[in-house]
């Protein structure tokens, strides 16, 4: 998902109008993105469909470059020797590799300087070229200049345990071993596209254990921001759905039991049957209040930051089967009816942290034996192979109709298959997914015996 | 209590504007006298914040432990916290017990704290009411409620299929019963029951069309009565006796008609 308004990159440095960068294409898609990137920096770029001979064979175009972009599938080798003695004299030029997230620490480890690409703003961008512009100037031209270069690798590694302190505590934001109530199977994944995710899932007891809550999330953009939502918005779901505050939820039964008063001549069943829809539901005042204060405090407090999440959350009455929830402009949760047509558990309200008062409703709905729930974020369905197709909304439905013994072999079977569909191709989103399956009642019976 | 099944038993919520009205003997009474002619009976005290009902037949929660708050902010199942009080009947049931009790008392400083910090879960008050009703083999639920504008009082006459106000006259009565707006039930589902004074009952009568079942007369006796016995077995030839059994007889009227339908 994307945020609805993305920042300008602001005033950038004017030294970068000096640089010539040299872009060694290596998928056409990737490079004319970056070599787009890098011109708004500010940089003149010269693109280069060269293999690793051709540029050990030093074509005289490199003494018009300051820096040379190289594809991270090139052997790291030749990124070396290119940064270290490339040139006849030896005068070498700062190299930087572009590559995935997972490959940072490969490069790095090599003494290169890694381009997450497309994971970098404008502004990012431009500064990571000075810096290694200059850092490689120093290097060369002005061997006493040792100090600034220490630092400044400090302040790189500083960084990045930063960002792995921060992967670690967002997942302790996410539940170790999710609540799983006798006769139900609950599992969930998260795979972020980046150190850090801005999608969530949460699975928690409410009133004694008598209700589970189980939500998924996706907070719009990617990377650390959305990472720094994604906490918020947890910790005031689960805070304001622990609390239980009825009001919120009485407030909007009792206005629609005024409004909807019947005339004096209506059958007396007709109001006496509004007065009982009118009784909260257990489970159902925690859900209300999660949801409506969660979106009342976004709008309020960061209403002008442009961020927002969709959401789907559950309240799940495990003796019963009985699933209260709000379908917060997320796609829908798939029901899979044991022997029966998918059911789709569509939007209920808007997402959170987008209007002021809006309104949601509770749906209800009703797991019998067998029966399993789907929840995902769009990472799955929109995940993309090389060619950009992606996986799908229709082609996730069509797969999880095949029966699945388990909650996690159905996961399982979705992570087989997205993966075989995306193969090497960057991953662009988190991708969150979570099964709840209600047992068949044999298995309920064998499962609580081996209790 | 037991559970048996079948069809889901009427619930008769007892409510009043002010306290001190005698509504707790009131449900007291009924739930002996419905109980008297075979009905299965139960009482559920919603009152937590002066919880009484459970006073009327002698228990005490120095005695017993078990209450609503064990099924509000422990964790039992609501079927669970109830007494067997037959024996106020005066006959013993064929099958289980005739009359039945969930008290409302708060045990222990954990329950003082959830029933005065906290939220009441009002949606596990309702779906504690909708058990008892459909779970425990009653004919007829009962329910004691608290005084004024509450969530305890508004669920418990939400969930009714029968509502018992009654009234005295006091100060803000009138605008209080008003202020529930549609909350309280049409004539259908309503009764009036004036207690010592008719005349507040007939002027509302008069405005919103709720029949008058019963004018329970002034018994000093009631202000005195401090035994643990519902009224109505203590003073069995008394006049509120006479105008309570007569209340009881449109109860389950009421009760069979609504089951019937059902």
């Known amino acids: 998902m994307s945020r609805l308004a993305v920042p300008s990159p602001g005033p950038l440095p004017a030294a970068m109008r000096k640089l010539t960068v040299l872009l060694v294409n290596e998928r056409s898609e990737i490079c004319c993105d970056l070599a787009a990137a890098m011109k708004l920096a500010g940089a003149s770029v010269i693109r280069a469909d060269w293999d690793t001979r051709t540029l050990l064979d030093l074509p005289p175009i490199l003494d018009r470059v300051d820096a040379v972009a190289l594809p991270a599938s090139w052997p790291l080798t030749v990124a070396q020797r290119a940064s270290e003695k490339l040139l006849v004299p030896p005068v070498s030029r700062a190299v930087l590799v572009y590559c995935e997230s997972s490959e940072i620490d490969r490069i790095q480890q090599a003494g290169l300087v890694a381009l997450r690409w497309p994971y970098v703003d404008i502004a990012e961008l431009a500064e990571i070229l000075l810096t290694t512009v200059q850092l490689h100037q120093a290097r060369n031209e002005q061997p006493q200049a040792q100090a600034p270069v220490a630092e400044l690798v400090g302040r790189l590694i500083e960084y990045e345990r930063e960002l792995r302190a921060g992967r670690e505590t967002q997942r302790g934001f996410l539940p170790q071993r999710p609540v799983c109530p006798q006769g139900w199977e609950v599992e969930a994944r998260l795979r972020a596209a980046r150190e850090v995710a801005g999608d969530f899932y949460d699975v928690f007891d409410l009133l004694s254990g008598r209700r589970i809550a189980l939500v998924v999330a996706d907070v719009c953009d990617k990377g650390v921001a959305a990472a720094l939502f994604m906490a918020l918005i947890r910790t005031l779901l689960r805070q304001i759905a622990e609390a239980g505050d009825p009001g919120p939820l009485m407030y909007r039964l009792l206005s629609r039991l005024v409004a909807g008063r019947p005339g004096t001549h209506s059958p007396p069943e007709v109001a006496r049957n509004l007065r009982r829809a009118t009784l909260p539901a257990a489970g159902a005042a925690q859900l209300y209040s999660a949801v409506h204060g969660t979106n009342d405090y976004l709008v309020r407090m960061h209403g002008g930051q442009g961020y927002f999440a969709t959401m789907f959350f559950g309240v799940l009455d495990p003796s019963t089967g009985k699933l209260r929830y709000i379908n917060a402009g997320h796609l829908p949760g798939i029901l899979l009816r044991t022997g029966g047509e998918p059911e789709l558990l569509s939007t209920t309200g808007p997402a959170v942290g987008l209007l002021q008062d809006a309104g949601y409703e509770v749906g209800e709905v009703a797991l019998m034996a067998g029966d399993t729930l789907l929840l995902h974020t769009d990472g799955l369905t929109d995940a993309r192979n090389a060619a950009g197709s992606a996986f799908g909304v229709l082609r996730l439905q069509a797969e999880v109709r095949r029966p699945a013994r388990s909650a996690r072999e159905l996961l399982d079977r979705l992570d087989l298959l997205v993966s075989q569909h995306v193969r090497d191709a960057r991953q662009f989103d988190d991708m969150t997914s979570m099964a709840l399956r209600r047992l068949p009642a044999t298995a309920g019976a064998v499962d609580r015996r081996q209790r | ?262």
């Open chain 2, 1 to 262: 209590m037991t559970a048996l099944g079948g069809a889901r038993a009427s619930v008769v919520t007892v409510y009043s504007w002010a306290g001190g009205t005698g509504r707790t003997q009131t449900v007291a009474s009924l739930g002996v006298l419905l109980a008297t002619r075979g009905l299965r009976v139960g009482l559920l005290d919603t009152n937590l914040a002066a919880p009484g009902l459970h006073a009327v037949f002698g228990l005490s929660p120095a005695a017993e432990q078990l209450s609503l708050a064990d099924y509000l902010f422990r964790g039992s199942e609501v079927e669970t916290v109830g007494y067997d009080v037959t024996w106020a009947v005066g006959r013993t049931g064929s099958a289980g017990a005739l009359l039945s009790l969930i008290p409302g008392w708060i045990c222990g400083a954990d329950e003082l704290v959830y029933a005065v910090a906290r939220h009441l879960d009002l949606g596990l008050l309702a779906d504690g009411i909708d058990r008892l009703a459909r779970l425990c083999g009653l004919d007829v639920l009962l329910i004691d409620t608290q005084n004024g504008v509450n969530g305890s009082a508004i669920v418990a006459l939400l969930a009714a299929d029968l509502q018992l106000l009654l009234v005295t006259g006091s100060a803000g009565e009138h605008e209080g019963l008003t202020t529930l707006g549609p909350v309280v039930a049409e004539p259908a589902h309503a009764l009036l029951v004036a207690s010592a004074t008719a005349r507040a009952a007939a002027t509302l009568q008069q405005i919103r069309g709720i029949p008058v079942a019963a004018a329970l007369p002034y018994a000093p006796e009631l202000q005195r009565f401090r035994q643990a016995l519902p009224f109505v077995r203590a003073h069995p030839q008394h006049p509120l006796t006479g105008e309570l059994n007569a209340l009881a007889d449109r109860i389950q009227h009421r009760a069979q008609a609504a089951r019937a339908s059902a």
